[in-house]
């Protein structure tokens, strides 16, 4: 019953490769989100945006770029794959009317060789 | 800066009474909600309080919110093998939910 989605669901990829990880939604939701997490630990705030044409940084340090073209469409992009980012990331989305819920995709699970 | 702290795990007897507890620093936030989060999955939301409420029961789920000591707790009643899951414990700040590490939640025959 996923409303937000995610591709791929899994990437193993050698180092110095350009990845894109995709993620977009069906709900109409103005704010997005993109999280990195280590299996089973907390979850890091590395990109957001309120809407088109907003992008801002998380909490997180990261090599990372967004774009948001499009309300569902956020995609996320690492121009030199390292084994320093071998993570999952997480996509969220809310709407902009209460603090929250946010709504998660299932993941991509990044390994960099 | 603000914060949201868990024990990180939690072992019950299948068909017992589970808590799991979380507090937060931040006194203006709003509403605070518990995710599950099964492997290799992620993040569903399971429920939320606002902060005027003290208790919210859904089903097998009683939230319960004591806001001066800023102390919320969920209680899963007649806890099942499904229910083993890490779960994340959030409030929202200025401009993001401040997460918890999350509680492995580990189910006993």
């Known amino acids: 019953e996923a409303d937000i989605y995610q591709t791929p669901r899994y990437l193993v990829i050698g180092t110095g490769k350009k990845i894109t990880l995709e993620c977009s939604q069906t709900?109409?939701?103005?704010?997005m989100y993109w999280y990195q997490q280590d299996p089973g630990m907390e979850l890091h705030l590395i990109h957001y945006?309120?809407?088109?044409?907003?992008?801002e940084k998380g909490d997180l340090s990261s090599e990372s770029t967004v774009s948001r073209i499009r309300t569902e469409h956020f995609p996320l992009t690492l121009e030199s794959a390292r084994p320093s980012h071998t993570s999952q990331y997480l996509c969220?989305?809310?709407?902009?009317?209460?603090?929250?819920?946010?709504?998660f995709g299932n993941g991509t699970r990044l390994t960099v060789t | 800066g603000e914060d949201v702290e868990q024990s990180l795990f939690l072992s019950v007897r299948e068909g017992d009474s589970s808590v799991i507890n979380c507090t937060y620093t931040?006194?203006?936030?709003?509403?605070l909600y518990w995710y599950k989060q099964e492997p290799g999955a992620g993040l569903q939301l399971l429920t939320y309080?606002?902060?005027n409420m003290d208790m919210k029961q859904d089903q097998r789920l009683t939230v319960l919110l004591n806001k001066k000591d800023k102390h919320l707790s969920l209680r899963i009643a007649d806890t099942q093998t499904g229910d083993s899951a890490i779960y994340f414990c959030?409030?929202?700040?200025?401009?993001?939910?401040?997460w918890g590490a999350g509680t492995k939640l580990i189910i006993k025959p």
């Open positions: 969220a989305s809310s709407t902009c009317s209460i603090r929250g819920p946010l709504h």
């Open positions: 709900m109409g939701h103005d704010k």
């Open positions: 945006s309120y809407g088109v044409n907003s992008t």
């Open positions: 931040d006194s203006s936030s709003t509403y």
């Open positions: 309080i606002f902060s």
């Open positions: 959030a409030a929202d700040g200025n401009y993001q939910l401040i």
